[in-house]
C-alpha cells in the first residue's frame, strides 16, 4: 500500500480525476452530484492507515435525478466497471468480498472489470434507505427521536465535491442540527439519565462492590461525554469513536482529566471526588449556554446519605421549563433512540430504530 491518504481526501481526488472525466464523456448532459458520506470512519474524520483493511478506499456516491437512475444508472455503472483505472494513487479501485463474509469488500487487484464501490442513486432514495426519512420534506419530532445520532453523524459529515443537482446540500443542512425545542428535550433526557445513576457510586462502594462502583462511574463518563457532545451541537458517534469525537468539544481540555482521574481510582470515595470535579465542570458548561436560567453548578450531598451528587434532575426541569411546544414539553424522559437503546443491531439498522422508537410512543396498559 502507498503512504496513507485519508479516504475522504482520497475519494475528493478519486471523483475529480477519475470518475468525473469519465461522467464528462460518456455521461454529458445529465446532472449530478458527487459526495462521500454515510458509513465509514474516514466520513467522521478518524479513519487510519489501520482503516484501509475492509470497506475503505477509493468511494463516492454518485446522485442523479430520480428519472436518470432509472434511465442511465445501469450504463453508468458499467461504464465505470469498464474504463475506471485498476488502481487509483495506488490504492486499487476494484473492491473484492473476503473469505469470511460477503457482505465486507476490501481492496483487490484485478484484471478484469472493476468491481467500484461509485453508488449511483438519488437523492430522497439514499437518504431514506440510511436513514429510514427524507429530508427533502419536513420532518417531524418522530423523526428526530427516531434516528440514532450516529446515522445523523454519518450523513451531515463527510464532503459534498459537487452539487449539480442543488439537492443534496439542502438536504444535509436539514439535518445539521435539531430543532431547538427538540435539542432542549434531548439535553434535558441525557441530565436525566446522570441522575438516575449519579448516586450509585457511593452506594455500589459502600457494601463493598468496587467493580459495581466502577462500572456505574464508566458509565457516568459515557453519559457525561455524550452529554458534552450534544452541548456543542454535535451529534456523539457509536462507542468506536466517541473518545475520538469528544476530544474535539470545547469541554475536553478540562474535563478529560478529571473523568480519566475517576476511571482510573480504585476506590468509590476517589471515583466520586473525581467525578464531582466532572459535575461541576459541566454544570458551568451549561450555565455558559444560557439556554436556562442559571442552576447552581455546586455538588452536594444525595439527601442524608453521605455520597456527593449534583442533583442532575434541577438541569432536566430547567431545561424543560424553556421548551415552548407543549407537545415536546409533555414527551417521556426517554429522549431520542440511542438515549434508552444501547444495541447495535438496533442502532445501526435505521427502520429497526424506527420501529423501536415507535414502541415506546404507543400508550401503555393501565396497571389493576
Known amino acids: 500500500m502507498p503512504a496513507f491518504l485519508p479516504g475522504l481526501e482520497l475519494s475528493r481526488r478519486f471523483y475529480t480525476e477519475a470518475v468525473r472525466p469519465l461522467l464528462e464523456e460518456a455521461a454529458a448532459g445529465i446532472p449530478h452530484s458527487a459526495a462521500r458520506i454515510g458509513g465509514g470512519s474516514e466520513v467522521l474524520g478518524f479513519d487510519t492507515a489501520r482503516s484501509a ?103 451531515t459529515a463527510g464532503a459534498v465535491f459537487h452539487d449539480g443537482l442543488h439537492v443534496l446540500a439542502p438536504a444535509r443542512a436539514a439535518l445539521r442540527w435539531y430543532p431547538r425545542d427538540l435539542w432542549l428535550h434531548i439535553l434535558a433526557c441525557q441530565w436525566q439519565r446522570i441522575s438516575q445513576e449519579e448516586a450509585f457510586v457511593g452506594r455500589c462502594g459502600e457494601v463493598g462492590d468496587e467493580l459495581g462502583s ?107 421549563a424553556r421548551i415552548t411546544d407543549p407537545a415536546i414539553r409533555a414527551l417521556p424522559l426517554t429522549g431520542a433512540v440511542d438515549q434508552f437503546i444501547d444495541s447495535t443491531e438496533v442502532l445501526s439498522q435505521a427502520q429497526t430504530a424506527r420501529d423501536a422508537a415507535q414502541s415506546m410512543r404507543k400508550p401503555r396498559p393501565e396497571g389493576p
Not at 465505470?80 to 490504492?91: I, N, R, V
Not at 473469505?99 to 478484469?112: K, P, Q, S, W
Not at 472489470?113 to 437518504?127: G, I, K, Y
Not at 466517541?242 to 478529571?258: E, H, K, Q, V
Open 53 to 155: 483493511d475492509h470497506e475503505w478506499g477509493p468511494r463516492l456516491q454518485l446522485f442523479l435525478r430520480p428519472r436518470d437512475v432509472s434511465r442511465h444508472s445501469g450504463r453508468i455503472r458499467h461504464m465505470l466497471a469498464e474504463h475506471l483505472p485498476k488502481t487509483f494513487h495506488g490504492y486499487p479501485t476494484h473492491f473484492a468480498a473476503t473469505d469470511e463474509t460477503r457482505d465486507i469488500r476490501v481492496m483487490r487487484a484485478t484484471d478484469g472489470p472493476v468491481h467500484h464501490r461509485v453508488e449511483v442513486t438519488h437523492v430522497s432514495s439514499w437518504f431514506t434507505a440510511t436513514l429510514g426519512l427524507d429530508p427533502t420534506s419536513p420532518l417531524t419530532p418522530a423523526d428526530w427521536l427516531a434516528t440514532p445520532t450516529q446515522l445523523l453523524a454519518e450523513v
Open 214 to 320: 466502577a462500572v456505574v462511574t464508566a458509565r457516568l463518563a459515557r453519559d457525561l461525554m455524550r452529554l458534552c457532545l450534544l452541548m456543542d451541537r454535535r451529534y456523539p458517534p457509536y462507542s468506536k469513536w466517541l473518545g475520538s469525537a469528544f476530544a474535539r468539544t470545547s469541554a475536553a481540555d478540562r474535563l478529560t482529566p478529571s473523568l480519566t482521574a475517576a476511571l482510573a481510582a480504585t476506590h468509590w470515595r476517589t471515583r466520586e471526588s473525581h467525578l464531582a470535579t466532572a459535575y461541576e465542570t459541566v454544570a458551568g458548561l451549561h450555565n455558559q449556554l444560557g439556554l436556562t436560567d442559571r442552576v447552581d453548578p455546586h455538588t452536594r450531598p444525595y439527601h442524608a446519605r453521605p455520597f456527593q451528587v449534583l442533583r442532575a434532575e434541577r438541569f432536566t426541569q430547567a431545561l424543560r
